[in-house]
């Protein structure tokens, strides 16, 4: 059911919390659709300094059935190391991934072959897949390319479906130094919509917030496009709850459905 805050979305104010460098795809499409879009980053992206599990993946990168990617970051991340020396991308190998945005990235690198979900993006929408039917996983290796920390429930059931699963966490996610100050200063100036792409960014910053600025920001409409992220934002007191469909691309979609004039 639509949220009331967001019927006439021409003129409002929406929050892109998304990673620096990864906001560009919403904050175009929200200005577009006549919006007031500004972006502050929830978390920060570093690689990890320990790079023996994906220098070991990239040895071995011909040999598996499909290298999987938990993210865009997965892919930005580990992408110097898994074609460095200009080996490049191998022709026959797989990529798979759970979301359209990090699909998206991978054919832009040149990856002919992406598997993805057709309509649930998240793993179980993935593992759904044919590509990824027991009889096919059996007896194969996959690497697994993510963030530090997260689900591990794509990689126990591949693995309870009998292949093998290198994983490499390449990357840690951090709350930005600068969004508790930042998100005071955009509520104090009205708030607006909040757009979340991640749980754990909306824990992170919840967590992290002086209980002031919590109470503030459980009053905003929040927009997300998964069910998961919509129970953690309930849990975490928000009561303005709207769902999309996945990525990007979703909310974009979603909010544009109901960009009518007020009358």
């Given amino acids: 059911m639509m949220s009331p805050h967001l019927s006439g979305i021409c003129g409002r104010s929406f929050l892109v919390t998304r990673p620096e460098g990864q906001a560009l795809v919403l ?53 110097p190391e898994l074609t460095k020396a200009g080996r490049g991308w191998p022709e026959n190998l797989a990529a798979a991934c759970v979301g359209p945005g990090t699909a998206n990235v991978l054919r832009e690198l040149g990856v002919a072959h992406v598997v993805m979900p057709r ?59 600068d969004v508790l100050s930042r998100l005071q200063n955009w509520v104090d100036a009205g708030g607006g919509t909040l757009l979340v792409s991640s749980s754990e960014s909306l824990q992170r910053v919840m967590s992290a917030a002086p209980q002031a600025l919590r109470t503030r920001l459980q009053t905003l ?16 007191g928000f009561s303005d709850v709207t769902t999309s469909a996945g990525g990007d691309a979703g909310m974009l979609d979603y909010l544009r459905s109901y960009n009518v004039s007020e009358v």
């Avoid at 409409?221 to 975490?236: G, K, T």
Wanted: hydrophobic share 45%.
């Fill in 27 to 79: 904050m175009d499409g929200l200005r577009a659709l006549g919006a007031k879009a500004e972006h502050i980053p929830f978390l920060a992206i570093e690689p990890i300094d320990d790079r023996a599990a994906i220098e070991h993946i990239t040895g071995s990168l011909s040999a598996y059935t499909a290298c999987i990617f938990i993210s865009a970051n997965a892919v930005r991340v580990a992408w």
């Fill in 119 to 177: 309509c649930r993006f998240d793993s179980e929408g993935l593992l759904a897949e044919p590509f990824f039917e027991e009889s096919r996983c059996h007896g194969h290796a996959f690497a697994m390319i993510r963030g530090e920390g997260g689900r591990d429930f794509l990689a126990q059931s591949l693995r309870a479906r009998g292949a093998r699963v290198d994983e490499a966490a390449v990357y840690q996610r951090c709350l930005h130094p």
């Fill in 221 to 236: 409409p929040i927009l997300v496009p998964h069910s998961r992220i919509a129970e953690c934002a309930y849990q975490l």
